[in-house]
């Protein structure tokens, strides 16, 4: 997700966002409001916000007409009844292009892996993982199977948000381990001159303007990196003491967040998928 340069605290309305940060501040305790509220709002961005609806067809169907009109929708696999009486079958737009001149449906279907069908309300952080296995699920409601959620769904906005709240929960707690092992406004020294200044003029607006704040609440997220990777104390403290290490990982969360930001594409191709489970994990 280029890089949008605002911070939770310099891009929106000040006061609202103070009080963002201040919460955010106890974010690593999880019993806290804040780690509550994100409980709340993972378990409530679910595979059945992402899914569309699941398109049948005739198993007697022709093939190269159904490829047409899958190719014609955007669909990449439909579920046709089993000829046979028993389990349904599913096919892949890729399977059917292909089909010879007069090849029914049914020759190409397959049948479906109890390991494809999950939960509507399975989570879409858990998800993320499981589609590094395989590239579509279909969503079980009791006992119906009501939808498809395949790998370019998770471009969809519930994603984004899931994603967008885990970055600011990890600006959070950077922000905590920064001021934590540098107090009284220490860090600031290791700030580029220039950036320091933005941060003081900014803190100094705030300030005349009778809000509660910070000096680190007026860092934007570059400028937490930035800390902490200057600063081995906090690297340590966040479990990695490698500044290259930390260093290239923050580039991809901070590119994430600028994907995200300007709405530019997530998923570009499976191994993206990969990518963006092991950068979820690593935040």
Known sequence: ????????????????????????????????????????LEDSLTAAM????LE?????????NVAEWMEARGYSQVVLENPSGGRALIVSHAELKDANAGERVAARGKAIDADAIISHDTGIKRLLTMFTRRNYFLTLRGDRVE?????????????????????????????????????EDAWAAHLPGGRKAKVDELYQRKRERDLQTSRIHC??????GMLCLKLPRVRERLGDGSA????????RIQELRNVIAHGEAMITDEQ?????AELVQAM
């Open 244 to 251: 290259r290490q930390w260093d290239r990982r923050f580039d």
């Open 147 to 183: 939808g498809i959620v395949g790998v370019s769904d998770l471009d969809k906005l519930p994603t984004r948000v899931m994603l967008f709240v885990h970055i600011m929960e990890l600006e959070a707690r950077l922000a905590e381990a920064i001021v934590r092992e540098y107090p």
């Open 1 to 40: 997700m280029k890089r949008a340069e605002t911070n939770v605290s310099g891009g929106m309305n000040s006061r609202v966002s103070d009080g963002i940060a201040a919460i955010a501040q106890l974010a690593g305790h999880a019993g806290s409001l804040f780690g509550q509220t994100l409980a709340k």
């Open 50 to 53: 992402i899914a569309s609806p």
């Open 56 to 64: 049948w067809c005739r198993a007697d169907d022709e093939a190269r």
């Open 219 to 224: 860092t934007q997220f570059c400028d937490k």
């Open 272 to 276: 993206a998928v990969v990518e963006l």
